[in-house]
């Protein structure tokens, strides 16, 4: 909360559980990331989020046409699907295929280093949401599971390509 924002709201309003809500952020990002392998942040350097969501993206279907990487990519163009996928290329983590049913039709799909790729980090971060969760009974977790699913408004497994966090 920035000092003389404006008058404080009262004690256990809703205004005020945003606060320690937005307050508490920045600390659960840093316990999410104290807890991932090192191997796993400077892969992260390398690949951006985007790029691990369209990977994600590919691994779930097996070749996938430019368009359908841009429907799947909420917000992302033709144009830009292209782009992700010639970006994808050039780090050697997918490869392009031609359709056999429509020469003209080109197919990504992942290349055996994305697959690792996404095998590791998908092990490390489960291995850092276990960590990071210690702390919390199973029944706790299950609460948090719940509370998370009914603020994102997806069941668990229904939660997109993948299993990394947004940030």
Known sequence: ??????????????????????????????????????????EMDEVTFQQMHALHVIALRSGVTMGELAGCLEAASLSSATQMADRLVKLGLVERMSDPGDRR????????????????????????????????????????LRLLERLTGAPAGETGAGTAPDA
Do not use: N
Not at 9 to 24: A, V
Not at 123 to 136: I, N, P
């Open 1 to 42: 909360m920035i000092p003389d924002a404006g008058p404080h709201s009262p004690p256990g309003s809703r205004s005020e559980l945003i606060d320690q809500f937005l307050e508490l952020q920045p600390r659960m990002r840093r316990r999410l990331t104290r807890v991932i392998p090192p191997y796993v942040h400077s």
């Open 105 to 144: 039709l080109v197919r990504v799909a992942l290349s055996p280093r994305g697959r690792d790729l996404l095998l590791r980090r998908e092990a490390a971060w489960r291995e850092g949401m276990g960590k990071a969760l210690e702390r919390l009974t199973d029944d706790e977790c299950a609460t948090l």
